[in-house]
């Protein structure tokens, strides 16, 4: 049973391809670059390494947008550079986990051509297609189906001249979403697993997976104040079928397969009481959910309105879902990804106290019980990168989000410091391998600028010094695996009203954790009754405080072990 669930002692690290390492000079990066920075990920000492979408496709959301799902692009590399991949990874006893897009896939996808090729097609049936609102003229504006928006800007129906209907993409109208109740598609999909278990593959995350399932009525949605189109969410978050649908996979896929493997689902808007559900191992569906809420405590309806975080919010947020999980289920622990702004821009502090902060951030998301993710270049402190113009942007989000709110009227500069702080590209710039040309990451011209702080923030000098954010990461991704009240140990959060302090205890036996984080830039004590049974308590990551364990400087963290 517990090898089966290999994946709970384990810690993920996500490459984003495009940006991690270039081998052959044409800007963008590739396997056979991350193959060569393996020896840097086994430094680390990560467990598992998640790699973001590599398929065939137009590169319309950066190969979230599938043209082939059993092949490689020609620019990341090819089938024998995957295979070479996962071999590297296994020599050094890590694990591959692949992004699969399944609620959508390419426009160019050959399914998807032959489905708007006629309504006569056998494909017809694979994906969303209506005809447009009885008494108006299709394709005219407000015509669509029904009154949901995308999620990139803009209605979610696209209209098609060939056979006067509209098909629905949640996300770009390049990316069409894929039919899930007719059982061909699932068994389809169902096979595209199996090709890549077949090849050595480990486990997979699955892009937006509690979307698969749709109320197939399609009802209009609630328009937000402030918004345009209607808010299809209900009618696909976590939809009538989902749970039969990830039952079926799990017992047409993974139960079958001979390797134990790992299933993360990712999942906007997933309730924890669902998230139960979802990964209670009696109902076997899938072993993890990424959820959002603690993502979405620093803005508005709209991401791109950002409001201050209240501390007091992420740590009730946080500790729900720990406590929620505890005794079925299991959590996956991030602050970053792929569309998430840096975290210790968004969360601490990018200026003077970055380190720390860095630091102390990893501390306390790696101290929490779950799975945790480092996503490229968080394990070096890596900020918000800071682009001036609207060209310097490549993110189709943020491209949209602009090009929308400017014919909108929006002042330019707004939109544009709005980008700087919330788009997805922040999380995009090439990984700083050097303070070389180009951050060590091509030796061309890279399809995305650098972040300017490469001089300073770079792999190569965070490997040579002992004191940095790197190192600090593989201390804590070595004590997931030495300290098992790490990885099984009980939660129960401390001083919730504290704006300024993340504190928390672990308990395994007679084996206790005391967390600390220091969420401000002043220094502070921390407030706890029982103050005295920590005074001379082994200090098991950070520095001793001074004058005492309990003083924190600012964005300070630390963990404190009594037995
Ligand atoms: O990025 C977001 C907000 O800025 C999210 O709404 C995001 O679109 C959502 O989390 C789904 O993300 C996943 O599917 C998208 C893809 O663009 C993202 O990169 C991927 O992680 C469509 O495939």
New binding site residues.
Partial sequence: RSGEQWWKTAVVYQVYPRSFADSDGDGVGDLAGITSRLDYLAQLGVDVLWLSPVYPSPQD??G??VADYTDIDPTFGTLADLDDLVEGLHARGMKLVMDL?F??SSDEHPWFVASRSSVEDPKRDWYWWRPGRDGMAPGTPGAEPNNWGS?FSGPAWAFDEATGEYYLHL?SRK?PDLNWENPAVRAALYDVMRFWLDRGVDGFRM??VNFVSKDTALPDGIVHPGGRYGDGSPYFFSGPRIHEFLHELHREVIAPHDRPTMVVG?M?GVTLEEARRFTDPARREIDMVFQ?EHVQLDHEAS?WDAIPLDLRELKASLARWQVGLADRGWNSLYWN????PRAVSRFADDGDHRVPAAKMLGTVLHLHRGTPYVYQGEELGLTNTSFDRIEDFRD??SVNHYAEAVADGADPERILAQLRE?S?DNARTPMPWDDGPQAGFTTGEPWIAPNPTFATINARAAVDDPDSVFHHYRRLIELRHTEPVVVHGDFTLLLPDDAHLYVFTRRLDDVELLVLGNFSGQPRDVPLEDARRWRDAEVLVGEPGTPDQLHLGPWEGRVLRRA
């Avoid at 990804?337 to 998430?340: C, L």
């Fill in positions: 959301d950066n979230y947008d897009v609620n959508h999620f996300f990316q892009d937006v990712e906007p959002f991401k990804n792929h569309d998430q189709i989000e919330r997805r």
